[in-house]
């Protein structure tokens, strides 16, 4: 079965850094989306790649896809308190079954 | 919100009572999945639908069972709760936001269930 193994699972940056957060595939990804969730509530979209090589951008976030689809990168420049949350992604594991990693946890110091 | 909506949203049970949460939605998706988020294990499927009368197993079944006897609704069952079942449930529904051809999930406020 598919697995999706999110890294780190913990990150702490001073506001105004850049970060990113890996996503890998065990399997090759046939879709793969980024959520993002605030402590205590729930999960909002943020894009989905299905291209290999797929670049996606929304405000300071940007989101992708290598061109073997096993791996997926996020990343967030100049880092605001608002971006604190757990993202994860997620994949299409076949069956239209959507499993999801894990899970990072980001927290902004000001 | 998508259309989405939890019932209910806070629920504290005993071990051994049956629990029924209930999602329902009103844009008339095929797909409907229900998870639970527990802290280390991230998002975890239970069960999914595919359509009325249509479902299948996730990762994480056992204990559980659902129902979709019609299309706004997917119930998710605890015939006999138990303590590690504590969660928070979340129900999602799959379909192409406005102007999008892409099928994205959209997903509930979740529920969030104690058995004692």
């Known amino acids: 079965s598919q697995e999706l193994e999110q890294s780190p699972q913990s990150l702490i940056v001073q506001e105004g850094k850049n970060l990113t957060i890996n996503c890998t595939s065990s399997k090759t990804l046939y879709g793969l989306y980024w959520y993002k969730q605030k402590y205590g509530e729930g999960l909002i979209f943020l894009m989905m790649?299905?291209?290999?090589?797929e670049e996606k951008s929304h405000e300071k976030i940007t989101a992708k896809l290598d061109e073997k689809k096993q791996q997926s990168s996020l990343h967030i420049t100049a880092s605001q308190p608002s971006h604190a949350g757990i993202y994860l992604c997620g994949a299409d594991s076949g069956d239209d079954k959507i499993i999801f990693g894990k899970g990072t946890r980001l927290h902004i110091l000001p | 919100d998508a259309g989405i909506t939890q019932s209910p949203r806070h629920k504290v049970t005993e071990t051994g009572t049956p629990v029924t949460l209930r999602c329902h939605q009103t844009?008339?998706?095929?797909?409907m999945y229900w998870y639970r988020q527990d802290p280390g294990h991230g998002l975890r499927l239970i069960h999914y639908?595919?359509?009325?009368?249509?479902?299948d197993k996730g990762e994480v079944s056992d204990g559980y069972s659902v129902s979709r006897s019609k299309t706004e609704d997917f119930l998710l069952t605890l015939e006999s709760a138990t303590s590690s079942q504590t969660s928070v449930y979340f129900c999602?529904?799959?379909?192409?936001?406005?102007?999008?051809?892409?099928?994205?999930?959209?997903f509930g406020a979740g529920s969030r269930l104690t058995v004692l």
């Open positions: 844009e008339n998706h095929r797909y």
């Open positions: 790649l299905q291209k290999g090589g």
């Open positions: 999602a529904i799959m379909g192409a936001p406005d102007n999008s051809w892409a099928n994205v999930l959209t």
């Open positions: 639908s595919y359509g009325v009368k249509d479902t």
